[in-house]
């Protein structure tokens, strides 16, 4: 086994605590956000050099209705290729799943042609070296990215690079039950902005029977570390240094900052006040109380939204994501994943027809349909402008306001999100920060700079091992 092997070998393994415990060429600098194993991406003559079908193996993560349309798409894409390429989706169980038979089949030197990775996963994949950039296949043709929304273009740039090609993005929202702000005299078409009108309002709506018991919260979200992470870039301040690990690799997290313990306290503050739900980490659980009227403001995605006005006995309302203050500068990160091409081990003809695919995923028409059929954020601006997106769109209204977000959020390092190879660990330990707050065992600031000690030889040993 090469040295290089055995480096990567060693920083899989040392990667394997952080890739399970959560919800990005050449052998070059990696910090630099070349990630492929050669530095080149082969033409279109390579389809043309090659005869009988290419077959593209492809991971991901899909289920239910998502499943459906994206098999709809797959199979819309091999019918128009028809005796040339062939895309076979193969799914592998939850994200954390992916990257987890992802790592094992980089050891085992049988990694698919394209995988469908987190964006937490972004790190982990730039690291792999396994890949290679969507940028290297865009100069090959002198294919205009433009079109990519530069929110969620931004998240997936390294080093001036577009690492991997946007797939399923989606953005951060505060919903709103418009009823339970009409019963209490407030108004949802002006929504708090900041945690402190947020704190406010959910003072206002937390609602008690004849008996004291509390019958609905003014506010109540998961005990998930991407809201977190949200709300520090909101503040606009980095959540790991290294301007969130796109200058060099992160050496440390910076969600121990003042902005991350302010969010962190607000938040425990607001539940040991009787203001907010606890819910606990099950995202299902808060879902369910925010539908069933439990809870009259809750944070979540906008894949949600749908879901959300069809199963809600009651209006459902959007707005922004909160600020910590009025002054903040920031905005929100995107979530979801993006689509990586391998290269060592796979024909020229592989990897080209992988990023056929990869392309007509991204293409107005598809993600028109995507989007439409799944909620996801479309990552190409030019989707909303179909026929069908608009109709869509004036069935669910509430989803302007993700469309306003990202459109007004200007690309920084701070809402590019930050790049760290232990991230799902590093969320975790933000989540065991809020339970600690929420009890009292420890004020936010004590609770965050422990979890960013605890975490720090994790870290350390990733970067040392991957190098």
């Not at 193996?57 to 062939?86: C, D, K, P, Y």
């Not at 050496?251 to 907010?276: E, I, M, N, P």
């Not at 975790?428 to 609770?447: D, F, H, P, R, Y």
Request: charged fraction near 20%; aromatic fraction near 8%; proline fraction near 5%.
């Amino acid at each position: 086994m090469s040295k290089w092997s055995l480096r990567l070998a060693a920083g899989l393994a040392a990667a394997a605590l952080a890739l399970t415990a959560c919800s990005s060429s050449s052998s070059g600098d990696s910090s630099s956000g070349d990630s492929s194993s050669g530095g080149s991406a082969p033409g279109a003559d390579a389809l043309d050099q090659t005869q009988g079908v290419t077959t593209v193996t492809f991971w991901h993560a899909m289920t239910g209705q998502n499943a459906t349309v994206l098999t709809s798409l797959v199979n819309e894409f091999n019918a128009a290729h028809r005796g040339r390429i062939e895309v076979k989706p193969l799914f592998q169980g939850t994200y954390d799943d992916v990257i987890a038979k992802y790592k094992a089949s980089v050891q085992q030197k049988g990694t698919p042609s394209l995988v469908q990775v987190y964006d937490i996963g972004t790190r982990f994949m730039i690291d792999s070296r396994q890949t290679v950039p969507a940028q290297a296949f865009a100069d090959k043709d002198g294919y205009k990215l433009d079109d990519i929304e530069p929110g969620i273009r931004n998240y997936y740039t390294v080093g001036g690079k577009l690492a991997a090609m946007p797939f399923n993005s989606s953005m951060p929202l505060l919903y709103l039950d418009a009823d339970a702000f009409k019963e209490a005299g407030l108004d949802p078409a002006k929504p708090p902005r900041t945690l402190a009108e947020l704190g406010e309002a959910a003072k206002k709506l937390t609602k008690k029977d004849a008996n004291g018991q509390t019958v609905r919260y003014g506010f109540g979200a998961s005990v998930y570390g991407w809201f977190v992470e949200e709300l520090i870039a909101e503040s606009g301040t980095p959540y790991c240094d290294q301007d969130n690990g796109r200058a060099e690799k992160a050496d440390k997290v910076l969600f121990d900052s003042v902005q991350g313990a302010q969010t962190v306290q607000w938040w425990a503050d607001l539940v040991k006040g009787g203001y907010a739900a606890n819910t606990g980490r099950v995202t299902a659980d808060a879902q369910a109380a925010f539908k069933a009227g439990k809870v009259a403001m809750h944070l979540e995605s906008t894949g949600v939204l749908r879901g959300y006005t069809e199963a809600a006995k009651f209006t459902v309302a959007t707005a922004p994501y909160p600020r910590l203050t009025a002054d903040d500068q920031g905005g929100p990160v995107i979530g979801g994943a993006s689509l990586w091409i391998d290269g060592p081990g796979h024909s020229a003809a592989e990897q080209r027809a992988s990023w056929e695919f990869a392309k007509f995923l991204t293409e107005p028409a598809q993600q028109a349909v995507w989007h439409t059929g799944t909620g996801y954020f479309p990552v190409n601006r030019k989707a909303l402008d179909d026929p069908k997106d608009k109709e869509w769109l004036a069935k669910y209204p509430q989803f302007q306001t993700a469309i306003d977000e990202l459109h007004a959020t200007k690309p920084t390092p701070a809402t590019a999100g930050c790049l760290l190879g232990v991230m799902p660990q590093a969320r975790k330990g933000v989540e065991t920060a809020i339970e600690q707050t929420i009890s009292g065992a420890k004020t936010a600031q004590q609770a965050l700079g422990d979890a960013a000690k605890d975490l720090q030889p994790a870290l350390d040993s990733y970067n040392a091992s991957v190098g």
